[in-house]
T-cell receptor
Framework: ETGVTQSPTHLIKTRGQQVTLRCSSQ?????VSWYQQALGQGPQFIFQ???????GRGNFPPRFSGLQFPNYSSELNVNALELDDSALYLC??????????????FGDGTRLSIL | DQQVKQNSPSLSVQEGRISILNCDYT??????FLWYKKYPAEGPTFLIS?????DKNEDGRFTVFLNKSAKHLSLHIVPSQPGDSAVYFC?????????????FGTGTKLQVIP
């Protein structure tokens, strides 16, 4: 069973630039969620994708956007980067749908630093 | 508004003793609760979960207790081992428009002393 993988591991950008982070979900999982984790905080929910559509969003501005592909992998795009966007970005996959709640399984994250 | 709170930033326990990590929540719509463990430079690892229809779930050395009336859950680790030293996150989820939204606490750093 292949776990959740994220790329790149680390990334350095400057203010105003755009960034794309990638995530491959665990085999058999059809739902991907993205989180932002600032230092000393818990992960904060950005949005979730199920069957290639965004089906839930946290308190993040529209410059945070995403995609999910037919193989359930996903991208997180952030435009017009700000210093406060410096954080660990985590991707989590799960088996979604209207059935019993399932735990989300996380990748190791992408550490994004904005200069 | 912090809907999931872990009021103890850190906890130290002797090896072999019980570790008790606590978590409080405010949103009565939460119906599924989880604990994750996180080592440095790794993503959170799922440990154990509990549905709101239960008050206890056990998996090996790990037991989660849920007190719905107090909006409180706890994770017990018995016996504690040095390898358990990590940051532990409590998480709670609610169904919203058909999707499962998960809210995390700020974490408790557990140190198990050999």
């Amino acid at each position: 069973e292949t776990g959740v993988t994220q790329s790149p591991t680390h990334l350095i950008k400057t203010r105003g630039q755009q960034v794309t982070l990638r995530c491959s979900s665990q085999s058999g999982h059809n739902t991907v969620s993205w989180y932002q984790q600032a230092l000393g905080q818990g992960p904060q929910f950005i949005f979730q994708y199920y069957r290639e559509e965004e089906n839930g969003r946290g308190n993040f501005p529209p410059r945070f956007s995403g995609l999910q592909f037919p193989n359930y992998s996903s991208e997180l795009n952030v435009n017009a980067l700000e210093l406060d966007d410096s954080a660990l970005y985590l991707c989590a996959s799960s088996l979604g749908g209207r059935g019993q709640d399932q735990p989300q399984h996380f990748g190791d994250g992408t550490r994004l630093s904005i200069l | 508004d912090q809907q999931v709170k872990q009021n103890s930033p850190s906890l130290s326990v002797q090896e072999g003793r019980i570790s008790i990590l606590n978590c409080d929540y405010t949103n009565s719509m939460f119906d599924y609760f989880l604990w994750y463990k996180k080592y440095p430079a790794e993503g959170p690892t799922f440990l154990i979960s509990i549905s709101s229809i239960k008050d206890k779930n056990e998996d090996g050395r790990f037991t989660v207790f849920l007190n719905k009336s107090a909006k409180h859950l706890s994770l017990h680790i018995v016996p504690s081992q040095p390898g358990d030293s990590a940051v532990y996150f409590c998480a709670a989820s609610a169904r919203s428009g058909g999707y499962q939204k998960v809210t995390f606490g700020t974490g408790t750093k557990l140190q198990v002393i050999p």
